[in-house]
């Protein structure tokens, strides 16, 4: 990725419905995070017609104001879950947990007790130890093998944290059968904001592979879960999600089509959706550096911005009249608390004419900002505001799960 932030123009995939003209009419107090419920139906029917045969269920971590995840559960979407939080919040909304996948591989195991109880069926291991503490508190549950894959092309890599070797998962898988539970599919996250279609194609081929050799030990798998890491537009391009639907392969990489194949999109589903709005709290010059203070903050709603060492992108624009034709200038932007590693953006393009008073907008910002944001130093999250509907478009069908059997 480069630094440059771009303000060249809107781009395209900015939604329409939050056009700075229509930003300029609401009057709801910055920071606020406005959300478009119909680019949220949109990406979501995209991703079915990319993926025919796909089952996304959303990984809620990544944004779950109820709007979001109301929205998606009308669409026909299931849930994934690293907690009992969040599948509690799914269940205030009527979600039912026999259609919520529990993907963290490593599990509190009073969480695991209550998910089984509430009716969660499924659930992810990666480890000897992990399965132990399921066959222990939800005995006789369904569990899905996590694959470590290669994810060097995900802006955010996840596999260091998380799965097991492709050489023990045979043993993991035959361990699951004996301790009582029921081996049902095999899953792997390719890392987050992933650019790399290849990288779907060879982790499916790993799974492949693991599939076949639990065929020797006379276990059929019911699930094949892709995982998440679909790409959304910042400002970089990414690959379309059809040509990671493309890159699949399915037929030729595994050995049979299982009952039901799953993925589990968070960004992409959302990201493009937000358009987070600030406001200029002061600027200043600081040994030759232009500085601009906003009202959100990494620590508040950008928290990417520092996971990633200030090299994340988002598109942006101002609230100025004379945006479009202003002379740019570079500015250092950070957040309104006293810590200094609260900066979000080194070497922005923004208006040279930008003020205090002025609104900073930071388009594709959907995505792991309000669900990440605190309230430090007193200063509180974004409002979150939403605008559209999700209501259905009349495309593609719901895909039913076999259930519990
Ligand atoms: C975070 C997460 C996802 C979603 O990842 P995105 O990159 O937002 O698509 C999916 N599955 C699991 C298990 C996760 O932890």
Redesign the pocket.
Known sequence: MTAAVTHSGIPAHWPAALAPEALATVSTPTPYLISDLSTVADRYHRFGAALPGVRPYY?M??NSSPEILRTLADLGAGF?V?SLGELKMLQYLGVDPADVLY??PIKPPAHVAAAHAAGLWRFSFDSPGELNKLAEHAPGSAVYLRLRVDDTDAVFP?SRKFGADEAEAADLLRLARKLGLRPYGVTF?VG??SSSPPAWRRAVAAAGRVMAEAAGDGITLTMLNI????PARYVDHVPAIGEIGAALALDELLPYRPALLAA?????LVAESGVLVATVLGRETRGGENWLYLDVGAFNGLMETLQTGNRWEYPLWTSRADHAHAASGKFTVTGPSCDSSDTMFYGAALPATIAPGDRVYIGSAG?YTLSYASGFNGFPPPTPVFVGSGARTGEGERIVDAGPS
């Open positions: 990984a971590k990544c994934e690293a993907s963290n996840l996250h987050s904001q995982g998440g890491g679909f589990e999109p968070g960004r992409h995505a």
